[in-house]
């Protein structure tokens, strides 16, 4: 079946340009988290959709990081006027529920801001 | 604040032998403890998962061993593989709340 899927795989952007991110979670997924992952680090979480409910935005790192997620599935990660510190991969996962526990991630997208 | 401590960050081990990997953890409300695999260019997978009732758990060559008291957990690899090589992080996360993940730690297994 389907897993999580993320696109673009890669993007190259210069400092200052605003990106977007795209993940499509398991069909059925109520839960939608995203993730930064920077060189050799482990995973920090950014910002968690549970189904209707107003999303858990207390890890974006600053005000130019904004996501969506439109009718309860698809989402969009957000980076505006992008600095060289935005520079790592960016996964996406969901799970069945706010009380399910296994996470299924996407491969990522590998932000570098030049 | 970082919630979960893995260590070591990398570790070397040939062909046939046993990888460990720690965590330590703080708050006693986690009661679901995950280790995840990841492969390069890959997102994390789900490798094998605890609760806290339960000293260990074992899938495969891979065994999860959980002191409760201590708040520590952690993985064995038996009969380490070079197809093992990869970045392991664990996490762990209460019922209502987010995983929380370690810094991960790398494993090279050499042929």
């Known amino acids: 079946g389907a897993g999580v899927s993320q696109s673009p795989s890669n993007k190259v952007t210069e400092k200052g340009k605003d990106v977007e991110l795209r993940c499509d979670p398991i069909?059925?997924?109520?839960?939608l988290y995203w993730y930064r992952q920077s060189l050799g680090q482990g995973l920090e979480f950014l910002i968690y959709?549970?189904?209707?409910?107003?999303?858990?935005k207390s890890g974006l790192p600053s005000d130019r990081f904004s996501a969506e997620r439109t009718g309860g599935s698809v989402s969009t990660l957000t980076i505006q006027r992008t600095q060289q510190e935005d520079s790592a991969v960016y996964l996406c996962?969901?799970?069945?529920?706010?009380?399910?526990?296994?996470?299924?991630f996407g491969p990522g997208t590998r932000l570098t801001v030049l | 604040q970082q919630q979960v401590k893995q260590s070591p960050q990398s570790l070397i081990v040939q062909k046939g032998g046993i990888s460990i990997i720690n965590c330590a953890y703080e708050?006693?409300?986690?009661?679901?403890f995950p280790w995840y695999q990841q492969f390069p260019g890959k997102g994390p997978a789900l490798l094998i998962a605890?609760?806290?009732?339960?000293s260990e758990k074992k899938e495969g060559r891979f065994t999860i061993s959980f002191n409760k008291s201590a708040k520590q957990f952690s993985l064995h690899i038996m009969d380490s593989q070079p197809g093992d090589s990869a970045t392991y992080f664990c996490?762990?996360?209460?019922?209502?709340?987010?995983?929380?993940f370690g810094a991960g730690t790398q494993v090279v297994v050499t042929p």
């Open positions: 069909s059925g997924h109520t839960a």
């Open positions: 605890i609760r806290p009732d339960v």
């Open positions: 708050n006693t409300a986690f009661d679901y």
């Open positions: 959709f549970q189904g209707n409910s107003a999303p858990d």
């Open positions: 996962a969901s799970s069945e529920g706010q009380r399910s526990n296994e996470q299924f």
């Open positions: 996490a762990a996360k209460n019922s209502w709340g987010k995983l929380q």
